[in-house]
């Protein structure tokens, strides 16, 4: 079993596609998701909905950001703390965080905690992105074979 994506909801996707561009995911496509079918599949009834799928360069990881257009969002939590129930991030494996963070700051990103180093195998941060969106960078600095 592979996972086809991860969906995020937005506020803008205009907002969050470059910051998402910048970690290394490339645009596939944007499209505008609406009718019966689509609230019969997610319980929320006269959606309308535009999407941008992105994906990595060999399609291994995909994320799809959703903004709904109607009805407005319902509640928003990006700000609570990383134990909070259900609350999720995303992992990317990137070859030199370094340079990733420096691009990163003209996406206004903060740190969460620190960049720790993780049994001299892996750097590692948490970040929030555009929106508190939270991610997670890994970059491997020492290999385990």
């Known amino acids: 079993?592979?996972?086809?994506?991860i969906g995020i909801v937005v506020?803008?996707?205009?907002?969050v596609i470059p910051f998402?561009?910048?970690?290394?995911l490339k645009?596939?496509?944007r499209q505008v998701i609406e009718g019966e079918w689509a609230g019969r599949l997610t319980g929320v009834e006269d959606q309308v909905v535009?999407?941008?799928m992105l994906s990595s360069g060999d399609q291994q990881?995909?994320?799809?950001?959703?903004?709904?257009i109607k009805p407005?969002?319902?509640?928003?939590?990006?700000?609570?703390?990383v134990n909070t129930q259900g609350y999720l991030r995303i992992m990317f494996k990137v070859p030199n965080m370094d340079e990733l963070l420096m691009k990163l700051v003209l996406f206004g990103v903060e740190i969460v905690g620190d960049v720790v180093e993780y049994q001299n195998t892996f750097k590692?941060?948490?970040?929030?992105?555009?929106?508190?969106?939270?991610?997670g960078l890994a970059e491997e600095i020492n290999s385990l074979n």
């Open 61 to 68: 990881t995909r994320v799809e950001l959703s903004q709904f």
């Open 1 to 5: 079993m592979i996972i086809d994506n």
């Open 124 to 135: 590692l941060c948490y970040l929030r992105g555009p929106e508190g969106i939270l991610i």
């Open 20 to 24: 998402f561009e910048t970690i290394g």
């Open 50 to 52: 535009e999407i941008a």
């Open 27 to 29: 645009l596939e496509g």
């Open 72 to 81: 407005a969002l319902h509640a928003k939590h990006r700000k609570d703390p």
């Open 11 to 15: 506020e803008s996707i205009d907002n």
